[in-house]
Antibody, heavy 115, light 111 residues
């Protein structure tokens, strides 16, 4: 059974870059698509983007100019970078296995954008 | 544009059944969706994938009380024999080439 665990700084300053990593266990990261999803407090889920091995990516058009995803098959990890963050980027960030349906979720990590 | 519409809230009594609705936007009525549950203060959990032929594939450990169905552009999640732990937010999710879309979620209250 696949398990996902997000990690990264919980506090990021405005205008700086948010960086998160997702460590996958129980499945080879080379075999599937992997997504990032976020959820501001009290609000719904927003898909950020997805990545496949060999670096094939798709991003939410609303975030595309600020998002970069990468994958490290040697560590079974994939990562998210979101540049020029503002308070509006404060949210719980989830990594997930993407099989068109999102079929497995990490527990989530809260990232607060504040000076 | 691919959009999913959900009612913001629903309620039903303990032990009863409830049917939650997710509506696909015009031109997308044949799309498959997935249902996810988010209990208070927890992350989402995958419940099932509901295919366009009405078949569904549940996640590991999802009770038989949860089932999916469809009619036209509407996709349903039915929860029978409601339990207190079913009180949660329920999200539908769909996809097209290169994009994933979530509905706004339905908050289910178990009375």
């Amino acid at each position: 059974q696949v398990q996902l665990q997000e990690s990264g700084p919980g506090l990021v300053k405005p205008s700086e870059t948010l960086s998160l990593t997702c460590t996958v266990s129980g499945a080879s990261i080379s075999t599937y698509f992997w997504s990032w999803i976020r959820q501001p407090a009290g609000r719904g889920l927003e898909w950020i983007g997805r990545i496949y091995t060999r670096g094939s990516t798709n991003y939410n058009p609303s975030l595309k100019s600020r998002v970069t995803m990468s994958i490290d098959t040697s560590k079974n990890q994939f990562s998210l970078k979101l540049t020029s963050v503002t308070a509006a980027d404060t949210a719980v960030y989830y990594c997930a296995r993407d099989d068109t349906a999102i079929i497995a979720w990490g527990q989530g990590t809260l990232v607060t954008v504040s000076s | 544009q691919l959009v999913l519409t959900q009612s913001p809230s629903a309620s039903a009594s303990l032990g009863a059944s409830v049917k939650l609705t997710c509506t696909l936007s015009s031109g997308h009525s044949s799309y498959a969706i997935a249902w996810h549950q988010q209990q208070p203060e927890k992350g989402p959990r995958y419940l099932m994938k509901l295919n366009s032929d009405g078949s569904h594939i549940k996640g590991d450990g999802i009770p038989d009380r949860f089932s999916g169905s469809l009619s036209g552009a509407e996709r349903y999640l039915t929860i029978s024999s409601l339990q207190s732990e079913d009180e949660a937010d329920y999200y539908c999710q769909t996809w097209d080439t290169g994009i994933r879309v979530f509905g706004g979620g339905t908050k289910l209250t178990v009375l």
